[in-house]
């Protein structure tokens, strides 16, 4: 009986650690995969301007976009030639290895820059701060919240890389990057407003 009972827990035990194993995918084995993404990606994916930081991102957020790279719901020629190959497996562990690392940008964090490479200033961070806030519950603080820390559902946008934010926003205005909520937030913005915003969470940490 004793043993039976024991062995009933060990069967649990063992199905309890696969259910995880598979949901989460392995954190470990993801930081081996992802060496090369980091090159460009930066140390432990914090981001090189203006390449976005993967640190922090939700598991859910990656594995959506890299997805999206793979079937060209988000266009990008480079990033669709890396997501091909990897499998489910592949982006789980790579999904949770990232989802582990603390946010770029934290407290204490060198900020993004606000300028060109030849020094030029982008934007206006206060007309940015004041456009971000606009709209109460539907502005992008409403969303993003306030100082872009993003939630579980919504991306951190603090500190993005001034080219690489306008670029995006871009996308979401052409449909080469697809979201429906963002395509929708964009149309009403001109290349000011952009560059504005842009300018307000880059200099946010
Ligand atoms: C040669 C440089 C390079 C390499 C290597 C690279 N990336 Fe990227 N990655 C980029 C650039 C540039 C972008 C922005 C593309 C865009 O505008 O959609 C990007 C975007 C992304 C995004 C979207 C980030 C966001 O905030 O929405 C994810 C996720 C990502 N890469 C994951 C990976 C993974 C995983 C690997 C390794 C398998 C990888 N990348 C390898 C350059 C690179
Ligand atoms: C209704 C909620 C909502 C509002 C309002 C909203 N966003 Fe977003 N935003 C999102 C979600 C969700 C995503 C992820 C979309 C995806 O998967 O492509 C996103 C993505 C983004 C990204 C891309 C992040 C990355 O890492 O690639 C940027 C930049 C952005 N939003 C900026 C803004 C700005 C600026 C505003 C205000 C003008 C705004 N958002 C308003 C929900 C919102």
Known sequence: M???LLRVAAVCALLATMGIVQAAGNIEAGKK???SCNTCHGEDGQGINPTPPLAGLTEEYFTRQMNAY?????ENAMMEAF???LSDKDLADMAAYYAALPKPCGDGGAPAPTTTGTGEVIGDIDAGKRKAAKGGAS???GCHGLHGRGDPLNP???GLATGYFIHEMND???GAREHLMMQVVVQDLNEKDMADLAAYFASLR
């Open 83 to 85: 997501a091909r190959p």
């Open 2 to 4: 004793k043993i039976r």
């Open 156 to 158: 951190r946008i603090a």
């Open 139 to 141: 502005s992008c603080n």
């Open 172 to 174: 979401y205005k052409t």
């Open 33 to 35: 995969k992802a060496a």
């Open 70 to 74: 793979k079937t060209g719901k988000r």
